[in-house]
């Protein structure tokens, strides 16, 4: 039998570096986090993505202290929501996180969403940048940020995230930002990967898994490590979380990657982070 190769990781431009493959749990009760995160673990996954609105980083961080993993091996991401964006409220809303959590520091702080609307971004940003300098987080980083916010940022304060974490899948490849992420050295991560489950049944998709001997599932997530990023796919069912990690066990033939590119539709499954927060 072949073994499943190790998950590989991504450099990111503070020194660190990001496994490629990692577990999501939106979406998922207390309970639900901590069982899932035992199965991704035993699975091999080290990278676990929450969020302060998912509202079960209580059940994360009991995960981390179950799952038999040093701390020092795991790497978690927790996110500020949009609510919280001014100075202080995101300085004190990551020490709220690290509490529910029950965790001296996360892997990685994300700003949820650039919420254009409120204005506040810019200011959150420099907030991370202190709550990184304070040892609280290890990286800092944002999600959903499109170029135009990116520039702002990078602009005001000569940091760049390390992370940008969008939505990206078959049907929304987000060629034009993985491509100013490239330039400016920060690492694309994938959020709704399997486009929330809805890209699992296009045909293209189901025949190539057919001839491959592999499912959907794995071509998708194979696809991303190919492309270089980092995906977060969700699943609660143990099954369903090892047969996303076995989507390193095989290849995409140049044909195979020149099909997934063509699905590109523009097709979201989530808001538009021009409009959304
Ligand atoms: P996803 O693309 O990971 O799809 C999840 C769905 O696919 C679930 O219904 C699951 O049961 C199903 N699924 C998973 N593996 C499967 C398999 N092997 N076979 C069949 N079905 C399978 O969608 P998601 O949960 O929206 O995104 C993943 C993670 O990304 C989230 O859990 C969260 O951590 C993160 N996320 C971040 C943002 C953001 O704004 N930053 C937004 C949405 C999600």
Redesign the pocket.
């Given at each position: 039998m072949n073994a499943i190769p190790a998950i590989p990781v991504l450099k990111l431009n503070d020194g660190h570096s990001i496994p490629q493959l990692g577990l999501?749990?939106?979406?998922m009760s207390d309970g639900e986090a901590e069982t899932a995160i035992k199965a991704a673990t035993i699975a091999g996954y080290r990278l676990i993505?929450?969020a302060a609105i998912y509202g079960n980083e209580a059940g994360v961080g009991e995960g981390v202290r179950n799952s038999g993993v040093e701390r020092e091996e795991l790497f978690i991401t927790t996110?500020l929501w949009n609510d919280q964006q001014a100075r202080e409220s995101a300085r004190r809303a990551l020490r709220a996180s690290l509490e529910r959590l029950r965790l001296k520091s996360v892997d990685l702080y994300l700003i949820?969403?650039p919420a254009p609307s409120r204005g506040l971004f810019l200011e959150a940003w420099k907030a991370l940048i202190e709550l990184k300098q304070e040892g609280l987080t290890r990286s800092i980083g944002v999600?959903?940020f499109n170029a135009d916010h990116l520039e702002r940022i990078i602009g005001e304060t000569g940091v760049t995230p390390a992370v940008n974490?969008i939505e990206l899948?078959p049907y929304l490849q987000q060629r034009s930002l993985r491509e100013l992420h490239a330039r400016l050295g920060i690492v694309t991560q994938a959020?709704?990967?399997?486009?929330?489950?809805q890209v699992?049944r296009n045909p293209t998709l189901t025949a190539m898994a057919k001839r491959l001997n592999r499912?959907s599932?794995q071509v998708i997530l194979r696809w991303h490590q190919h492309l270089g990023v980092s995906a977060?796919?969700?699943?609660v069912r143990a099954q369903?979380i090892q047969?996303?990690r076995d989507c390193l066990g095989f290849t995409l033939g140049s044909d195979d990657l020149v099909a997934i590119e063509s699905l590109d539709r523009g097709g979201r499954v989530?808001p538009d982070p021009a409009t959304f927060g």
């Open positions: 999501g749990v939106w979406q993505d929450t996110k949820h969403w999600s959903n974490q899948h959020w709704s990967p399997l486009g929330q489950g699992l499912t599932a977060i796919p969700k699943s369903r047969e996303n989530g």
